[in-house]
């Protein structure tokens, strides 16, 4: 593919910036030629300034050069590595802006419930654990949903004692909202008859007062508590189990909550990632966020503990739930569900503490993200983040970069009003979505808000129509942690056979879809500076597919098929 003349005059102008000719600067370490490069959207940019290059030079960690190949070839040298795209697409690497990556990775160790589709099936599949587990030793995994199942009804604590009384047992749903146990492990955490919701949570019971194992929000930490911790090597096989996935589907930077129910263990998985990158095996960037309910103290400490600077490790925003989700109806809502009319949902705060706790943590510099799926939900994050980013600019706290932009972030966002979304652009809130969720919750969704709500859910070019700031991810392993998955429902907003449709107006153009699952991304954890395009002196994080996304149909965008992933200069996946 040839570029233009401006192109070639920018190639020119970025090595003059930096002081030397490319004939006289030091030569690149790789050179990949015959490619056709989508460069990206830098933030400053339009849409229409999309550039496409043909040749790129790497040099350590960053880009050197990217445009024609004649030029770039300049920057040879003898012991450049040359790599031949062979005219495949290439693009940015994929930032997911939100996921649980070692919980992604226990669930392929444990009971893996995702895609079941009967009661019949769940129960089979939690037998074969059975079988080959200690006596007494806790069955434990998660991914199910009943959604998908011919009979739409919630897993009881029954329905797995057919297979065991002798094993606890603990199994989440797939969103990590709602959770069931059988009798056992509701017996050791002393979850009776006369059991009162705690805070924040809810115990199902039947009609005739018994619990029936289903644990809503904070109602399944009493079971969780009581679930001994998989040790190091346990995690550590986790966590290299999701890395394998992400290298797997171009995903070269991730911003994770690794263990959304234990801030201690989410810690000490911080730190055996940690050991990962002093060994030399870290395939993704990772910035890890802490949990906004720890003290203060310890938030500091743990900031502290590692150095901010680093590109590939990082501590980031702090992560605070505001409620559940609307899989399990408790995503807090203004007025109740519509298929549920005495339930408003679990709102996890009270709001004038909740605003309290923000305004302290904004104060000490923290970047805050709440995960808010309900309306009732993202207004208690958006009446918390008025106060606190007021009160901030009047003491003029620097944000996490140092700068007065604090990035503040709402996480799903999925039911939201034109005047919350106002709201947005006048805080400079991020939306930090996930387009894949529209793939599974559409075939419910409706049944949930009702005609007045569902069209301003999943409202991804609602917010940008704003100004927004949009962050795409998986939310990975509630969703699949493949990024086609997600281009495909921004564009979309189709079932993934196409026979089903979401509220088409709201769907997004692909390279706006692209943009927020690179450069919105890296905004989102302030590294928009560092990565999200493909420029000279960026960091040299790119994916190479079989096809070229921007062109092709939009439903062949769903077999997308990676056949390089590149971080920091070096290749960490090829397909053989």
Sequence with gaps: MKLSREMGFLICATAIALGQEPQTRPKADVVFLHGNIYTGIAPSASFHEIKRADAMAIRGDRIQAIGKEEEILK????????????????????????????????????????????????????????????????????????????????????????????????????????????????????????????????????????????????????????????????????????????????????????????????????????????????TARVTEWLAFNDPLETLQAHRAAHPQSDNMLRTGMLKGFMDGSLGSRTAAMFEPYNDNPKNVGLPRYDQAKLTQMTKVRVDAGFQVGFHAI??????????????????????????????????????????????????????????????????????????????????????????????????????????????????????????EDGKKEYFPELKLTMEQAITAYTVGSAFAEFAEKEKGTLAPGMLADFVVLDRDVTSVAPAKVLGTKVLRTVVGGKTVYETR
């Design 374 to 495: 309900g309306d009732k939900g993202t207004q208690m994050a958006l009446d918390a983040f008025a106060e606190a980013e007021k009160e901030a600019r009047e003491k003029k706290v620097k944000a996490a970069d140092g700068g007065e932009d604090y990035r503040l972030r709402i996480e799903h966002a999925q039911v939201t009003t034109p005047a919350q979304i106002a709201k947005f652009k006048e805080l400079k809130v991020i939306a930090s979505m996930q387009p894949s969720h529209v793939l599974t919750d559409m075939n419910w969704a409706m049944d949930r808000l009702g005609p007045r709500r569902a069209p301003h859910s999943y409202a991804w070019a609602e917010f940008l129509r704003k100004g927004v700031p949009l962050a795409f991810g998986t939310d990975y392993p509630v969703e699949p942690v493949t990024p086609f998955r997600g281009l495909y429902a921004a564009v979309t907003r189709k079932s």
């Design 75 to 282: 920057w040879k040298g003898p012991q450049t590595e040359i790599i031949n795209l062979d005219g495949h697409f290439v693009m940015p690497g994929f930032n997911d802006a939100h996921m649980h990556l070692a919980a992604a990775g226990l669930q392929r160790l444990e009971v893996n419930l995702v895609g079941v589709k009967s009661l019949t099936e769940f129960r089979d599949r939690i037998r074969a654990r059975v079988e080959t587990a200690e006596p007494g030793e806790w069955i434990v995994g998660g991914g199910w949903d009943h959604t998908l199942w011919p009979v739409k009804e919630l897993p009881s604590r029954w329905d797995i004692d057919e297979v065991t009384t002798n094993h606890p047992v603990f199994l989440q749903r797939i969103d990590g909202h709602i959770a069931v146990a059988n009798t056992r492990a509701l017996q050791l955490a002393s979850i009776t008859i006369a059991s009162h919701d705690p805070p924040g949570g809810q115990i199902d019971h039947d009609s005739t007062g018994q619990p029936t194992g289903i644990l809503r929000e904070i109602a399944r930490q009493a079971v969780a508590a009581m679930i001994p911790t998989p040790n190091h090597d346990k995690r550590r096989q986790a966590l290299e189990a999701g890395f394998q996935d992400l290298a797997q589907w171009g995903v070269t930077s991730i911003q994770d909550y690794s263990n959304a129910e234990d801030s201690q263990i989410c810690w000490e998985e911080f730190q055996i990632i940690e050991e990962i990158e002093r060994e030399g095996k870290l």
